[in-house]
């Protein structure tokens, strides 16, 4: 089992120095480092301590905050480890994933971030209800209004064909084709 250190600081004029002396004080026998953004979805030095990484190893973190972006996101990320049979251990928060009370509180968090979602979830549907409640519709307004709708059919009528009049009354032919057949004239 080798214990394996990570590194981040968001910007050049920050340094590593204060996590790095902290996960080699830890133990670790190697600290990978990035100065990137956690926002980042690229870490090249992430990415290469997850191909170091052995089964039975465990990466290490000065904070949470180092290894994830985000709940849901650092929970995804200490899931993968997990299936891969390495461990976790952040210093700070005295969190351990290879000791039950460590798996213990990454479960809580787990549910935590699930609550979380579901939350989002429940908000975001109350909300859709109650403006549809009050007759407003979610969504981009629709590109063929009904006026633009009756002037392409006064053009179809004329001569034109659909084609030819979607591009009269700048819209798309496919939007004005399908505003034609949900209105039930599909002329061509």
Not at 147 to 164: C, F, P, T
């Amino acid at each position: 089992m080798a214990l394996i250190g990570y590194a981040r600081v968001s910007t050049a004029e920050q340094d590593t120095a204060l996590q790095t002396d902290a996960l080699l004080k830890a133990g670790c026998e190697r600290v990978f480092e990035d100065t990137v953004s956690g926002v980042k979805i690229n870490r090249p030095g992430l990415a290469e301590a997850l191909a170091y990484l052995r089964d039975g190893d465990v990466l290490a973190v000065w904070r949470l905050d180092r290894l994830g972006r985000s709940l849901p996101h650092l929970i995804e990320m200490i899931s993968t480890l997990h299936a891969r049979e390495i461990g976790f251990r952040s210093l700070t928060e005295s969190i351990d994933t290879t000791t039950s009370g460590g798996r213990l509180i990454f479960h809580i968090f787990s549910a935590l971030g699930q609550f979380e979602r579901d939350l989002i979830r429940e908000r975001t549907n109350a909300g859709l209800s109650a403006a549809a409640a009050r007759g407003r519709k979610g969504g981009r307004k629709p590109v063929v209004t009904a006026e633009k709708l009756q002037r392409a059919r006064e053009h179809i009528a004329n001569g034109l064909n659909v084609r030819e009049a979607a591009v009269r009354l700048k819209i798309g032919k496919t939007a004005l084709y399908a505003a034609l057949q949900a209105a039930g004239a599909t002329e061509s």
